[in-house]
């Protein structure tokens, strides 16, 4: 059975500092997924990553992945207030179906 | 952009009632999903549907049913909604083709079981 784990859990930061959340996954795979969830909202895609060593940036955050450490990282530069919100990973197994397995989440808020 | 919309934000029913909630994509998406979202459980997969009348459990399916008649529309029915079914539930739709299937999501629907 995948799988996926999150840390942290929660995460206060000021603004302006940097900060990682990171996801471990507990079989092969090269799909990955990073969303955000504001609080009573749904679920918006932030990043995808295909392959090992992919790596995309969006304003302040980045995401990697390393295939072989069964690890992506989701770094936050120079934190602003917009950014305070859940983030999740997700995983697609590289054996079976289509199911996208989650991470439980990374509350982040950011404090002025 | 891709549009996944359902059919309420929120529902308040009650135990015993039977309650359908209804998904409907406009990107001409072949798979489509059902999630339930709970505080400390993150998203679980109820039910998965990859093509026209067909459908897979996912994680959690006991207690609920789907039906996809029409390529768009993905139904979640709850025979007979109990209080441990209150939540909140997220449709999701992707493609088979091409690599990426990245899952687009609705904006949920709480329901409320007394």
């Known amino acids: 059975e995948l799988k996926v784990e999150q840390n942290p859990l929660f995460l206060s930061m000021q603004e302006g500092k940097n900060y990682t959340i990171y996801c471990n996954y507990s079989?092969?795979?090269?799909?990955l997924y990073w969303y955000r969830q504001d609080p009573g909202k749904s679920l918006e895609s932030l990043f995808v990553?295909?392959?090992?060593?992919a790596v995309k940036q969006e304003g302040r955050l980045m995401a990697s992945l390393d295939t072989k450490a069964r690890l992506s990282t989701l770094h936050i530069t120079a934190a602003v207030h917009d950014l305070s919100a859940t983030y999740f990973c997700a995983v697609i197994s590289n054996f079976g179906n289509e199911k996208l397995t989650f991470g439980t989440g990374t509350r982040l808020t950011i404090i002025p | 952009d891709v549009k996944v919309t359902q059919s309420s934000r929120y529902l308040v029913k009650r135990t015993g009632e039977k309650v359908f909630l209804e998904c409907v994509q406009d990107m001409d998406h072949e798979n489509m999903f059902w999630y339930r979202q709970d505080p400390g459980l993150g998203l679980r997969l109820i039910y998965f549907s990859y093509d026209v009348k067909m459908k897979e459990k996912g994680d959690i399916p006991e207690g609920y049913s789907v039906s996809r008649e029409k390529k768009e529309r993905f139904s979640l029915i709850l025979e007979s909604a109990s209080t441990n079914q209150t939540s909140m539930y997220l449709c999701?739709?992707?493609?088979?083709?091409?690599?990426?299937?990245?899952?687009?999501f609705g904006p949920g629907t709480r329901l409320t079981v007394t």
């Open positions: 999701a739709s992707s493609r088979t083709s091409g690599m990426s299937y990245e899952q687009y």
């Open positions: 990553l295909l392959s090992n060593g």
């Open positions: 079989t092969t795979s090269d799909r």
